[in-house]
């Protein structure tokens, strides 16, 4: 037993290093629009955005840890033991490795695309195509998918109607816009910790199972107390800590921004992002709020996007569930031939 807890431990620890990489690589998302407009301080910002992430990771419900952690694979059904752990670890370093790799390029990509690309690579290579719940599989990538399309249309079309209402407007609308992002970017973190964080607590739960230190009754799998409060808390720092890079390429990258695209983008997103997150789809929070960003400086001009950056950023999108469990099968190969 003591081993087994000793495992758990490393784990968990591993775990939650990617979800302070998630909150660090995210809290660009979140926070790029406030500061680049000039609304508030990056301290400020981060530091709302921190604790509203842990506040939406603790109290808004976990339907999304349910998923991940048995929904891909049914962890109840696997046989305990080295490859177990192995595959969990591949999974983690996987995602950990995407999530750095993009953050020193500056590059938004979705730390969840790149969490279950980590997971469906492991899965695959540790215990075969078989146990994975492909149609789960292919229904969370097709949210993905859809997900960052409605945000951006969402976000052009509640521009558009902002543009009419305010046109007559005197230049001091920008303080009341500047006044109401304070709320949506509280609004947005709070959806954001409760869809992104849960995906940590998810795995940390199926681990638990597969090494028999917590057997779930009935057909739900909760998340036990501490692992919310474990994953939330480190969610928050992450994003306390704030990735610069991915904060410049989001907030003057793509054009811009005004307090209205960032009030507007956030609102639109935090809308999608919440949805989702009731539901239980681990959607890319990451890609539908850089989409809505998109949709926002659309709705003025599309030409004041830069495209390019735009391409570049989705291109990255596609690559980082091939790239992550590339890197996780990578690991586990490495693994078993160590422990073998």
């Known amino acids: 037993m003591g081993i087994t807890i000793l495992i758990a431990a490393f784990v968990t620890a591993l775990a939650l290093f990617f979800d302070f990489t998630n909150g660090f690589h995210d809290s660009a998302n979140q926070v790029a629009t406030v500061i680049t407009s000039r609304t508030l301080s990056p301290g400020i910002t981060l530091i709302l955005a921190a604790l509203a992430n842990f506040i939406g990771a603790y109290f808004l419900g976990t339907a999304v840890a349910e998923t991940i952690g048995k929904s891909i694979v049914d962890p109840r059904i696997l046989h305990t033991g080295t490859i ?29 695309h790149a969490l279950i690309g980590g997971l469906i690579g492991a899965f695959f290579f540790g215990w075969g195509p078989e146990l994975i719940n492909w149609y789960k599989v292919w ?6 998918i859809v997900s960052p399309i409605i945000g951006l249309v969402i976000t052009y079309i509640f521009t558009r109607f902002t543009l009419v209402f305010s046109q007559r407007s005197t230049p001091k609308i920008n303080r009341i816009f500047k006044k109401l992002q304070i709320g949506s970017l509280i609004t947005q973190s709070l959806a954001h910790g409760t869809n992104d964080a849960q995906k940590t607590m998810g795995v940390i739960t199926f681990t638990l199972i597969i090494l028999g230190l917590y057997n779930p009754q009935g057909g739900s799998v909760s998340v036990p107390k501490w692992v919310i409060i474990s994953c939330a808390s480190a969610m928050a720092v992450g994003t306390a800590t704030g990735g610069w890079r991915i904060i410049r390429t989001l907030g003057s990258g793509l054009y811009k921004v005004r307090p209205i695209h960032s009030f507007t983008s956030q609102s639109a997103s935090t809308i999608i992002i919440y949805i989702t997150a009731v539901f239980g789809f681990p959607i890319s929070t990451t890609q539908v709020i850089s989409s809505s960003i998109m949709g926002a400086g659309a709705a003025f001009r599309p030409k004041m996007v830069r495209w390019q950056v735009a391409q570049d950023m989705a291109v990255a999108w596609l690559v980082t569930i091939p790239a992550s469990g590339f890197i996780a099968g990578l690991t586990f190969f490495i693994l078993e031939q160590i422990f073998k």
Do not use: E, R
Request: no cysteine; aromatic share 12%; proline share 3%.
């Open 84 to 112: 177990g752990v192995i595959v969990i670890i591949a999974a983690l370093t996987g995602a950990v490795l995407w999530n750095l790799i993009t953050w020193y390029f500056g590059i938004p990509s979705s730390s969840s």
């Open 139 to 144: 229904q969370i990538i097709l949210i993905m």
